[in-house]
């Protein structure tokens, strides 16, 4: 816990602004894919 509020305190010190690299299509196809696969690992586990 605390080295989680140590890196709190050291981002807002030196604060960065988030760049986004990927799309707002290339981030949903990535869900997209991430569900069918997760779907795929309970289906399998269910049988």
Do not use: G, S
């Given at each position: 816990?605390?080295?989680i509020e140590e890196h709190i305190v050291h981002n807002n010190?030196?604060?960065k602004p988030f760049?986004?690299?990927k799309t707002a299509e290339e981030i949903?196809?990535?869900v997209r894919r991430g569900r069918?696969?997760?779907e795929a690992v309970r289906h399998s586990?269910?049988?």
């Open positions: 816990m605390e080295a010190e030196n604060p760049i986004w690299t949903i196809a990535n069918v696969a997760l586990r269910v049988t």
